[in-house]
């Protein structure tokens, strides 16, 4: 099984700043399957970013993904108010599918 | 795509419960649906998995021997029938659909998710 290791836990700062969260595979990742989820306070998650960089539909251009191998990164490039959530990371490439335990995104 | 999930409640330890989620805006046959939970203050658990044509199901170890996934293609209801409740089955319960790629143990890309439904269990 592959274990993802999310960094840091919590994130603070500030409406405006660039967030760049991490997201590390105990082994490699087959074909960058990698997905990013943002679920904000009392809501469920949402999908924004496929296959390590491809953004799902009507997620802000503000957000992107990178990375392969066991190496991943989700970048917000500028806070927005709503933006303040929490995150997972998922490696749906092998089985079993695994996620990461999160990394909250809080304002400062 | 609209997911909606309804039959959550408190119950007993020991007691069943039956999770129904109804989808809308897809072909449902077409795609595998999930059940994902999340415990109070935790992260996301995959539960279950079936198939499209229902054929194949998956679930983890932590519920192996007491859910049981099902879907009724001609009403577009995925169901979730949870026997043998304990304390820690306590969770908001998502259903999700996977549009693209493949699935097995541990589901697949989590596209759409409904709203949830709270399953408590407690004496």
């Known amino acids: 099984e592959i274990v993802l290791t999310q960094s840091p836990g919590t994130l603070s700062l500030s409406p405006g700043e660039r967030a760049t969260l991490s997201c590390r595979a105990s082994?490699?990742?087959?074909?960058?399957?990698l997905a990013w989820y943002q679920q904000r306070p009392g809501q469920a998650p949402r999908l924004l970013i496929y296959?390590?960089?491809s953004r799902a539909t009507g997620v802000p251009d503000r957000f992107s993904g990178s990375g392969s191998g066991t190496d991943f990164t989700l970048t917000i490039s500028r806070l927005e108010p709503e933006d303040f959530a929490v995150y997972y990371c998922q490696q749906y490439g092998n089985s079993p599918r695994t996620f990461g335990q999160g990394t909250k995104v809080e304002i400062k | 795509v609209q997911l909606v999930e309804s039959g959550g409640g408190l119950v007993q330890p020991g007691g069943s419960l039956r999770l129904s989620c109804a989808a809308s805006g897809v072909t449902f046959s077409n795609y595998g649906m999930n059940w994902v939970r999340q415990a109070p203050g935790k992260g996301l658990e995959w539960v279950s998995t079936i198939s499209g044509s229902g054929g194949s199901t998956y679930n983890a170890d932590s519920v192996e021997g007491r859910f049981t996934i099902s879907r009724d293609n001609s009403k577009n209801t995925l169901y979730l029938q949870m026997n043998s409740l304990r304390a820690d089955d306590t969770a908001v319960y998502y259903c999700?659909?996977?549009?693209?790629?493949?699935?097995?143990?541990?589901?697949?890309?989590?596209?759409?998710w409904g709203q949830g439904t709270l399953v408590t269990v407690s004496s």
């Open positions: 999700a659909i996977i549009i693209r790629g493949s699935y097995g143990s541990g589901g697949g890309l989590f596209e759409y």
């Open positions: 082994q490699s990742v087959s074909s960058s399957y």
């Open positions: 296959a390590a960089s």
